[in-house]
Each structure stands twice: as C-alpha cells, then as structure tokens.
C-alpha cells in the first residue's frame, strides 16, 4: 500500500489502484489489488455452475434446432387424419411443429422450409437482453461471473461493430409478434380434427395443448421483452394527464410485471418448444401414438 496525493493512479499494467480520501481532504490513500488473470478468481462458491448451465442449454438447444431445421420432413401430425392447413393444402393431422411454423414455400428454395422462418426467430433472441447476458457470460466467459478474471480488460460495451448491431432488437420484436400470433392461429387449427367424410369437428389432443402451451409461453416471453416494456412505456411525461397516456400506463404495469421474470420466460418458453417438437415428432414418425378426443 502507498500513500498517493490527487487521485487514481496506475503503478503497472499488472496492477490497478484505487484511491480513497478522508473527507477533510488532507490525505489520500491508494489499495492496489491485483490485475486478475483469465478466469482467476477468489471466489470459492460453485460460480462456474451458471455459465456451465448456460451453455450445456442453449449449446444443447441450438443443436437440436439446427437438425430438425435440416430434416425438411414429419413436422406435420398425426399421420392418417388428411387435414388442410392455413393456405388450403392437404396434409396429416392438425399438429405442426412449432419449428415449421409459418409455413411457406418458396419457389426454387433447394433448403428445408424452416430455414426460411426460423431467422426471425433466431436473431429475436438472439439480441435479447437477457440472452446477451447469459451467452456473453458463458459463451465468452466476458465476464463469467463477478470477481472472475475477464479475457480482455478494456471495455467499450456494444458501441462499436458487429455488437451494436444488437441494438436491431427491436425490430426482431416486432417480427417476433407476427411470428408468436399465428403460432396462436396454428394451436387453434390445431382444434380442427378431420370427420373422414371431408368435414371438420371439433377435438384436441395432447398435441393440440402441446401446441397451445407453446404459443402462450413464447407469447408471455415477447410481451416481457425490455424494448416493448419501453415502447410502451417510455418517451412520455405524464402518466395520468389523457385517457390515451392513462392506458399506457396500465399496460406499462402490465407489461413490467412478466418482465420482472424476463430471464425465465426466456428460458422456459426456450426449451418448451423443443418439447413440443419432440412430441409432434414423436407422433409424426409413428413412434408414439396421440391420445385425442374428436366430438
Ligand atoms: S429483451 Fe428479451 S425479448 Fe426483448
């Protein structure tokens, strides 16, 4: 330790010191702590379980998208009940796989259709705030956690190319509403079973509450998201001063609520849709058999 007159002053480039003055100001004192080296910690709690966690899930996640994307077949179930979907086309069953959904072709497009949707998806959590938390935590380990020795020790946040390219968020929010609404539509199609005389009744099944959970978790996860929260709730002055400002308020409060649970949302709805294409999977391919009720 060293007494120091006038502030902060750095000694060596492997060491940092801080200064602190009594409030007289007639001295100031300098603790120098140590420049931490790559993933040096003091730490003796398991801090390396949540970034571990991390990137087990959304490696594992990401793995699975991936393959279902290339495989391009049995997003539709159950086979054998000839069902039409959105755009009048004959397929099996009600159900579709929430990785195919919407569904469109495009003429030429040598890849599986998923691919021509799941972008949207994709870079909307991709530039989430909480997900660039998590992956930038466990992915590159930028911190990987408090008091953990970083990579890199000059900061400049998402200021410079490609990070502030995540300041697009927003408009991959709006993609992510369209997106979230005809899942929506797609659960309820969902409740459309074929007679086998050409005509619809109603039923469900276990695919049918599958498709729906997932369309109301996703829907959850966009309507906690931090920029509409803002959106919604920003750039305003006075909450109670019009009807229109008094109903912004309301659903700011709303809206603040689900995303005091951000984090979870995004997670939870996250692996939800891979189970709800496992199961359509599952069902598609014949391997397990769907209980449902036609009425
Ligand atoms: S901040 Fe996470 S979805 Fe917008």
């Known amino acids: 330790m060293r007494a120091l007159l006038g502030g902060v002053r750095t000694r060596a480039a492997a060491a940092r010191s801080i200064s602190g003055a009594e409030d007289d100001g007639r001295m100031a004192q300098s603790i120098e702590i140590p420049r931490q080296r790559f993933l040096e910690t003091r730490r003796r709690d398991a801090w390396w379980a949540s970034p571990l966690f991390t990137i087990v899930l959304l490696g594992s996640f990401g793995i699975y998208a991936f393959w279902v994307a290339l495989q391009g077949s049995y997003y539709y179930g159950p086979p054998g009940f000839v069902s039409y979907d959105a755009l009048g086309r004959a ?69 410079a190319f490609p990070w502030i390219l995540q300041n697009a968020h927003r408009f991959f929010l709006y993609l992510a509403i369209v997106v979230g609404a005809i899942l929506f539509y797609d659960a309820l199609l969902a409740f459309r079973w074929p007679d086998g005389h050409g005509g619809i009744r109603f039923g469900f099944g276990v695919g049918t509450l599958l498709m729906l959970a997932n369309a109301i978790f996703i829907l959850v996860y966009t309507f906690s998201c931090h920029s509409l929260r803002h959106l919604v709730g920003g750039r305003i002055d006075c909450f109670s001063c019009s009807q229109t400002s008094r109903f912004r308020f309301k659903l700011w409060r709303a809206i603040s609520r689900v995303n005091e649970h951000h984090g979870f949302w995004a997670m939870f709805s996250m692996v939800f849709i891979g189970v709800a294409d496992v199961y359509l999977r599952l069902v598609a391919t014949g391997r397990i058999i769907d209980l449902h009720w036609i009425f």
């Open 91 to 159: 397929v099996d069953g009600p159900y579709l796989s929430p990785f195919y959904s919407p569904l469109f072709f495009v003429k030429g497009w040598p890849f599986s259709p998923a691919f021509l949707i799941l972008w949207a998806p994709l870079l909307f959590r991709v530039t989430c705030y909480y997900y660039r938390k998590a992956y930038y935590r466990a992915f590159f380990a930028d911190p990987a956690g408090c008091a953990v020795g970083e990579p890199r020790h000059g900061y400049r946040g998402e200021t």
